[in-house]
C-alpha cells in the first residue's frame, strides 16, 4: 500500500475509506481514500492500491456533517 500523503481535494474516481477526526476532541476532519473501492473482493488490488489523505474544510462538529462536506467537495460541477 502506497500513501500519496495529505491533499486539498478528492482525487477523481477515489473512493472514501473513512472519516476521521485531526486530532482528538478537534473540530478538523480528514478522509482516507483509495483508489480501490473498500468492498472489493481482489486482494492483489487492495495489497497495491495506493491511498491518500484529504484536509476536509472547515470545522464540523460530527462525522455527519464532514461527511457532507466531503460529498459537497467531490460532486461533480456543470
Known amino acids: ?6 491533499l486539498d481535494r478528492p482525487p477523481l474516481g477515489w473512493h472514501v475509506v ?4 485531526v486530532k482528538s476532541r478537534s473540530w478538523d476532519w480528514t478522509a ?3 483508489e480501490v473501492h473498500p468492498d472489493d473482493d481482489d486482494v ?5 492500491a ?8 472547515g470545522k464540523h462538529r460530527n462525522r455527519d456533517a464532514a461527511w457532507d462536506m466531503l460529498d459537497a467537495m467531490s460532486a461533480t460541477r456543470h
Open 1 to 6: 500500500m502506497k500513501t500519496l500523503g495529505e
Open 18 to 21: 473513512d472519516v476521521m477526526r
Open 32 to 34: 482516507l481514500m483509495s
Open 44 to 48: 492483489h488490488a487492495r495489497i497495491f
Open 50 to 57: 495506493r491511498n491518500c489523505w484529504v484536509r476536509i474544510p
